[in-house]
């Protein structure tokens, strides 16, 4: 490609980034529900119809701008090793999830807050199921004929339960946890349970009761 051609590329690179920046701005002094094209173009010093060019509205931009962060966890996680029987599981420990929402706290407040967007809080789920699938499949249920429930059914719990520990760690804790203390104790809730959480003897279910077989049925 010649330096011709990119760049238009360039431009518009920088135009979609000078407009994502104002947005995170934006984020940080008014609900996303009161933010305006008008502010946002405005801020960015961006022409409303080239705005109209590359996005629809601005929940489009917030879910373009916001793809490189998570695209970023997500090529991390992908490169997890397999876990050998007995070995330690590489996730207790990982805390990329919350570094990540550590180094965009300002944003993060807001858009998990009562001022966030709902259309953003069924990404960010769907973001994380999709992020913890594979990985619960291969790592964590290795045998197909063990499962009780559907590995799907476990990343969508595990992502719920994430977002909602995000929340409390930003609204009620004030972040007084560090990212690694959130990642170890939220992960081994995850695999143990809230048993486990509480103090109390783990109870063992009925190994043959599975998500096929409902409770009440024979």
Known sequence: MSDQERKPDRRIARTKKLLFDALM????EKSFADITLEDITKRADVARTTF????KDKDELLFDGTRAMYDE???RYKHQPALAPGAPDPFLDDAS???HVARYADFYQVMLGPNGSQKFLVRVLNYLATLFHPNISRLLFPKKETFRVP???????????EIGVMTWWLQQNKMQYTPA???RMTNLMCI????WG???DHPQPDAEQSASQPAGQP
């Open 73 to 75: 966890l997500l090529e």
């Open 151 to 161: 590995a799907e059914l476990a990343a969508y719990f595990m992502a719920g339960a």
């Open 192 to 195: 143990f349970g809230m048993n």
């Open 52 to 55: 109209y060019l590359h996005y």
């Open 198 to 200: 509480g103090g109390l």
């Open 97 to 99: 999830d919350f570094e």
């Open 181 to 183: 203390e959130m990642a």
């Open 25 to 28: 701005e934006l984020i940080k």
